[in-house]
C-alpha cells in the first residue's frame, strides 16, 4: 500500500475550460471535493418490520475549498485574464480544475468561484480562502 503526502498534491485551472492548465502559485490547505448523493425516501405502510426505504438520487460534485498566500501580482492570482479574481468577473465562462494527486493520479471538474474572501491580520500573511462550486461529474483517474 503506498502512502503519500498531501504536501505532493498540486491544483490548476484552465479559466477558458481545459485546454491549457495553469498551475495555482502558493496553495495551501485542498479540500474536496466534496462528493455526495441524495437520498430518496420511498417508506410506505407495506415497508416491512419498520425499517424505512430509500432509492439513490441525483449525485453532487459538492465543493472544492482551498487557501493561498495571496499575491496579487502572480499570473494565478490576480491579472484580469488569467488570474482566480478574473472568474469572479466572468459570467459565461465555466473554468476546468484539475486536482494532481501523487502516482500520476488526477481529479478533474469543471466549476465556479463562489468565494474569494482575502484575509489582512496584522500578525500573519496575507491570504484567501476560496470556494469552487463543482458542476457536472467529477473524473477521477
Not at 424505512?52 to 460534485?61: S, W
Not at 459538492?62 to 488569467?82: E, K, M, R
Not at 502516482?103 to 478533474?108: M, R, V
Request: aromatic share 10%; hydrophobic share 40%.
Amino acid at each position: 500500500m503506498t502512502k503519500n503526502q498531501g504536501f505532493l498534491v498540486t491544483l490548476q485551472w484552465d479559466p477558458a475550460g481545459g485546454t491549457a492548465y495553469a498551475t495555482i502559485g502558493q496553495v495551501m490547505d485542498i479540500n474536496g471535493p466534496e462528493v455526495s448523493r441524495d437520498e430518496i425516501e420511498v417508506t410506505t405502510r407495506d415497508s416491512t418490520e419498520y425499517w424505512m426505504e430509500f432509492l439513490k438520487g441525483m449525485k453532487n460534485g459538492g465543493n472544492i475549498s482551498f487557501g493561498v498566500v495571496l499575491d496579487l501580482s502572480l499570473a494565478s492570482h490576480g491579472t484580469a485574464a488569467t488570474g482566480l479574481l478574473s472568474d469572479m468577473q466572468n459570467e459565461t465562462t465555466i473554468p476546468a480544475w484539475k486536482l494532481n494527486y501523487p502516482n500520476s493520479k488526477t481529479c478533474t471538474f469543471d466549476g465556479f468561484l463562489t468565494a474569494f474572501p482575502p484575509a489582512a491580520p496584522m500578525k500573519d500573511a496575507f491570504t484567501a480562502d476560496l470556494t469552487v462550486k463543482v458542476t457536472g461529474k467529477p473524473s477521477f483517474d
